[in-house]
């Protein structure tokens, strides 16, 4: 993909596992996040100049929609992703699941399970607009954990966390990582 005058060259990478890719800032990393996580050709202008293949689909073949059960990106500004529609923490966990049409008591746990991971059970009942950076950031991470996705993008997720924050988050992950196929890139 040409992201002004620059080339991307993305090769194998095992899956599951944990993989960062690091650049200069302007070198197109948060632009390869959001290819891989669905926005090209919707939300992501330009071309695509070669092929690649991710979780076995060619990138730019799904639109988001159909991408989201499976690929889920928490980008640096938490609030941009908040849906805006939630009156609580659990309601704003609960609005990926909802809208996938699973069952209540299916839903109950997903939000329970990524409440627990990012450390945010005792916001549940907080409304989303009362929150710190980092209590947001950490609600979008929960969010999108409750999607159980196969792979989570994190570009630059842990921005507004505390060192102590993103330890946890890193340690739990990975956790959750072991002997699935969960896997997490961060950029």
């Given at each position: 993909m040409r992201h002004a005058h620059r080339h991307v060259l993305i090769s194998t990478i095992q899956h599951p596992g944990i993989v960062a890719i690091v650049g200069d800032?302007?070198?197109?990393?948060?632009?390869l996040?959001?290819?891989?996580?669905?926005w090209y050709p919707d939300y992501l202008p330009g071309d695509i100049d070669g092929t690649g293949l991710l979780l076995g689909v060619p990138i730019g073949q799904l639109p988001l929609v159909e991408q989201s059960p499976t690929?889920?990106?928490?980008?640096?500004?938490?609030?941009?992703?908040l849906s805006g529609c939630t009156f609580s923490v659990e309601e704003e966990v609960a609005f990926g699941p909802e809208?996938?049409?699973l069952h209540e008591a299916e839903i109950l746990r997903?939000?329970?399970?990524?409440?627990?991971?990012t450390n945010c059970q005792s916001l549940r009942h907080r409304h989303p607009g009362t929150l710190s950076g980092g209590e947001t950031q950490r609600v979008?991470?929960?969010?999108?954990?409750?999607?159980?996705?196969r792979l989570l993008i994190l570009d630059e997720a842990f921005s507004r966390l505390t060192s102590a924050?993103?330890?946890?988050?890193?340690?739990r992950l990975q956790q959750v990582g072991a002997g699935t196929s969960f896997s997490h890139c961060a950029f």
């Open positions: 800032n302007g070198s197109g990393k948060s632009t996040a959001q290819l891989m996580a669905g690929i889920q990106l928490v980008q640096q500004s938490p609030y941009l992703q809208n996938l049409g997903r939000i329970d399970e990524a409440l627990t991971l979008v991470i929960a969010s999108a954990l409750a999607m159980q996705p924050a993103t330890g946890m988050l890193l340690e």
